[in-house]
Nanobody, 125 residues
């Protein structure tokens, strides 16, 4: 069983930056990809970014590409989401997740193997 613990988040003004961290423990085979989904009030949960823990390849949604960068540490147990040039539209709960890469590319949150508890990110104008 995979356990995901998130840290970071908070409140910033438009144009500001934040970094989210997610540390995983447990069965590594289910952590083929690690990354983030987000959910704003009244909206569906949507993919943000993911990284292949084995190969280091990354995915970023069109809404955040060029502003958000996902990376991992050498142990491959921790991933980081560096969020720059934040916009009010980025305000949401951000959830760390682990599972197959297609969960992000097909927007299929139900296929993920593990979730963190979520972090609030608020961007004010």
């Amino acid at each position: 069983q995979v356990h995901l613990v998130e840290s970071g988040g908070g409140s910033v003004q438009t144009g500001g930056s934040l970094r989210l961290t997610c540390t995983a423990s447990g069965y590594s085979a289910t952590r083929r990809y690690m990354g983030w989904f987000r959910q704003a009030p009244g909206k569906e949960r949507e993919p943000v970014a993911a990284i292949s823990t084995g190969y280091g390849s990354t995915y970023a949604s069109g809404a955040v590409a060029g502003r958000f960068t996902i990376s991992q540490d050498n142990t491959k147990d921790t991933v980081y989401l560096q969020m720059n040039n934040l916009e009010p539209e980025d305000t949401a709960m951000y959830y760390c997740a682990a599972g197959p890469g297609t969960s992000w590319t097909t927007r299929d949150a139900n296929s993920l193997d593990a979730w963190g508890r979520g972090l609030q990110v608020t961007v004010s104008s």
